[in-house]
C-alpha cells in the first residue's frame, strides 16, 4: 500500500500546553485507522491540523509527500482531504441540499462542477448517507442523528481521497451505529481512506485496520485493534476506566454523550 499522509513531529500548544505533542502518524492509502482516546487527548486538534483548520506550532503533515501543513483549510480540501465536525451546526434556514451543495461546489473536483452536477452530486451523497427523503428540510429541523447524516454528507460531497469523521456516532442509537458502519465499509470499498474518531468502541474496532491511541497528546499505543485493546497502557489510561464502568450494562458499547 501506498502512504497517503504523514505527520512528523507535530505539535499544536495552546496557551503554552501542547494539545498535540511532537506527534508522528501515518496513513496507507485505502487503510481505515481508528483514532481514540480519552476527552481532551487530542483527536478533535489532530482533525483540524490535518484539514488546515488550525496550523502546527511546529512539525510537518504531507499528503501524497507534498507538504500541506500551511495551506488554508480550503486549499486542503482541494487536495481531497474532507472532515465533519464534532459538534454539528447546519445553516438552521438552509435545507439540507443547500447545506451540502457548497461541498459539492469547491470541494476537490477538477474541473469544478458546474450547479447542475453538483446537485446531481448531492443528491448522491444525500442517498448515501440515508437523507434523501430529508433533502428539502431545513437544517434546523433536523434530529441530532440526522445533523450527523448531514455532517458526513457534506464531507462526501467534496468527493475526498483522505475522509477524518470526528465522532459521527456519538448520541445515535444501535440501530442508527450499525447504518453508520455500513456507510464506511462502502466508503472504504469505493477506494476511500479513513480516519475515524469514535469513542463506541464495538464500532471503532470493528471498523479499523489500525488504530491510535492519544493521551494527552502524545501517541500511547498503535496497531491492531485486537492489540490495542489488550494493551496495558491503554487499559490503564482509557479503557479499563471506560469497562469498568459499564460492565455487565445493555449500554456497555455507548459512550456518554461527549
Ligand atoms: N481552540 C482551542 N483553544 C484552547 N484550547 C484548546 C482549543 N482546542 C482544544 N483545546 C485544548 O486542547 C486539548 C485537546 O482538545 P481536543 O478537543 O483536541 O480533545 P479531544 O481528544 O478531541 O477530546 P474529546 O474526546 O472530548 O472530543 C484540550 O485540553 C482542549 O481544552
Ligand atoms: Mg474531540
Known sequence: MA?????????????????VDNLDFHIEEGEIVGLIGPNGAGKTTLVNLISGALAPTSGTIRLRGSVITGLPPHAVAARGIARTFQIARPFPNMTVRQNVVVGALFGAHHPRLGMAEALAK???VLEQVGLATKRDL???QLTVADRKRLEMAKALAT???LLLLDEVMAGLNLAEIET????IGRLRSSGMTLLVIEHVMKAIMGV??????LHHGRKLAEGRPADVASNPDVLREYLGARYAARVGSPE???DAPS
Not at 3 to 19: D, H, I, K, S, Y
Not at 208 to 213: A, F, K, L, Q, T
Request: hydrophobic letters at 45%.
Open 122 to 124: 448531492v443528491d448522491e
Open 208 to 213: 479499523s485496520d489500525r488504530m491510535i491511541v
Open 138 to 140: 431545513l437544517g434546523s
Open 159 to 161: 468527493s475526498p481521497k
Open 252 to 254: 456497555e458499547m455507548r
Open 3 to 19: 502512504e497517503l499522509l504523514r505527520g512528523e513531529r507535530v505539535t499544536r500548544l495552546f496557551g503554552g500546553l501542547p494539545a
Open 180 to 183: 453508520v458502519m455500513a456507510l
